[in-house]
């Protein structure tokens, strides 16, 4: 029912260029078990492009390439740091309540030490 030896090979597209065979050193896997064949392979995003991925199988001296492809598309660009004037306001402000609480607090000392002299 099954071909005796079936080969799977994987080739990958650059989008925009040409096909190419999947090196040998990629991260695949084979299943072979109970007459069927399944091919798994393990592929890490690139940042800069994008690639298709397609699955050939072999087997009885005829090459089958089924329709599917898997699209890896180029990891998206972060997100521009924040701006330093942000950063710089934040700072302002931080160092502006302290100064005020400074203030308010040699405030409430003086205003203390004046009316607690007056009352003995």
Known sequence: MFPAETQLSWRKRRQGGSEEEVPAEEEQLELREGGRTSSIMMVDQDPHDAYEYSCSVKHEARLQTPETKIVVSALPQPPPPA????????????????IAKSLLCFCGLSLLSVCGGQGA
Do not use: D, I, T
Request: charged residues 20%; hydrophobic residues 50%; positive net charge.
């Open 83 to 98: 701006p330093h004037w942000f950063r710089e306001r934040l700072l302002c402000l931080f160092y502006s309540v302290l």
